[in-house]
């Protein structure tokens, strides 16, 4: 059974860090995108990052490019997000999924997902 785990969510100030976790089970995702979304309630899951297998390519959201990182590490078939300078308007659950066919930015082309971890940036 395949399973994405997220990890790493909590409250944070404005301006600090977080990183989050997915860890992979049942299979091996070493040649798939990797994808984190976020949604707030009332709106849709948004793109965030992306990340191919061997991390050549990487793809940010305008509203996060230059403070997240997206990285993974294909031994422990884990992906991460570095979440630096938080802002207020970050606060949401936050996903990461796998990628199965199409565009990576687009979250119709994931096809397995995490149950997703909260993050909230107090002001």
């Known amino acids: 059974q395949v399973q994405l785990v997220e990890s790493g969510g909590g409250l944070v100030q404005a301006g600090g860090s977080l990183r989050l976790s997915c860890a992979a089970s049942?299979?091996?995702?070493?040649?798939?995108?990797m994808g984190w979304f976020r949604q707030v309630p009332g709106k849709e899951r948004e793109f965030v990052a992306t990340?191919?297998?061997?991390?050549?390519?990487?793809w940010y959201a305008d509203s996060v490019k230059g403070r997240f990182t997206i990285s993974r590490d294909n031994a422990k078939n884990t992906v991460y997000l570095q979440m630096n300078s938080l802002k207020p308007e970050d606060t949401a659950v936050y996903y990461c999924?796998?990628?199965?066919?199409?565009?990576?930015?687009?979250?119709?082309?994931?096809?397995?997902w995490g149950q997703g971890t909260q993050v909230t940036v107090s002001s």
């Open positions: 999924a796998a990628h199965a066919s199409g565009s990576a930015t687009f979250r119709s082309s994931y096809n397995y």
């Open positions: 049942g299979r091996t995702f070493s040649g798939n995108f």
């Open positions: 990340i191919s297998g061997s991390g050549a390519n990487i």
